[in-house]
């Protein structure tokens, strides 16, 4: 367990309307990372963050934006949601070369 | 472009015997390899891990082989058990720590 929550749980939200998933972790970790998984695609990283106010974009961060004022929380919006944003989101942290992750959320953009 | 890739969406064993799930990658950058075990509802666990300075890691009843000059991995669980029963993906970061992932292997063990 590496200390990670993910709130929420699960979201049902309607296309246009802001979203924002927050990651939390208790062990100071620096790197987060926020990802999605979608049937025959794995999972695809969204945005990742290597410290406070540090953010960077990754495969698929289109629609999506991050940020991170607190080591403990990384915050993932969709600024604008729409129904190819209906996923489930995965919350990382790194210990060394290995990422563990949260128990994710479940949004559904209706 | 998919960059890691699981050919077989699912793999059938029988309980106690061998599962061999396979992964392949084509970027020449990557240098760790990962596989998580995933079960529904739940996040990714990590199951086990592979520097690409070595060709094999064993940890209990699984084993990870590595053969860079055919860009392949394997995971091999031995014996199988009920409790494997799950979506296993594949992962592989070069040095930016960036995991890539392929599109994951459902394993179900048969009593």
């Known amino acids: 367990d590496a200390g990670i929550t993910q709130s929420p749980r699960h979201k049902v939200t309607e296309t246009g309307t802001p979203v924002t998933l927050r990651c939390h972790q208790t062990?100071?970790?620096?790197?987060m990372y926020w990802y999605r998984q979608d049937p025959g695609h794995g999972l695809r990283l969204i945005h990742y963050?290597?410290?406070?106010?540090?953010?960077d974009k990754g495969e698929v961060s289109d629609g999506y934006s991050v940020s991170r004022s607190k080591t403990e929380d990384f915050l993932l919006t969709l600024e604008s949601a729409t129904s190819s944003q209906t996923s489930v989101y995965f919350c990382?942290?790194?210990?060394?070369?290995?990422?563990?992750f949260g128990p994710g959320t479940r949004l559904l953009v209706l | 472009d998919q960059q890691v890739k699981q050919n077989s969406p699912s793999l059938s064993v029988q309980e106690g015997r061998i599962s061999i799930l396979n992964c392949d990658y084509t970027?020449?950058?990557?240098?760790?390899f990962l596989w998580y075990k995933k079960y529904p509802a739940e996040g990714p666990t990590f199951l086990i891990s592979?520097?690409?300075?070595?060709d094999k890691n064993e940890d209990g009843r699984f084993t990870v082989f590595l053969n860079k000059s055919a860009k392949h991995l394997s995971l091999h669980i031995v014996p199988s058990q009920p409790g494997d029963s799950a979506v296993y993906f594949c992962?592989?970061?070069?040095?930016?720590?960036?995991?890539?992932f392929g599109a994951g292997t459902t394993v179900t063990v048969r009593a």
């Open positions: 062990e100071n970790h620096r790197y």
């Open positions: 963050s290597y410290g406070v106010k540090d953010t």
């Open positions: 990382a942290i790194r210990i060394g070369e290995t990422q563990y």
């Open positions: 970027n020449s950058m990557f240098d760790y």
């Open positions: 992962a592989a970061s070069a040095n930016d720590y960036k995991l890539s």
């Open positions: 592979i520097s690409s300075i070595k």
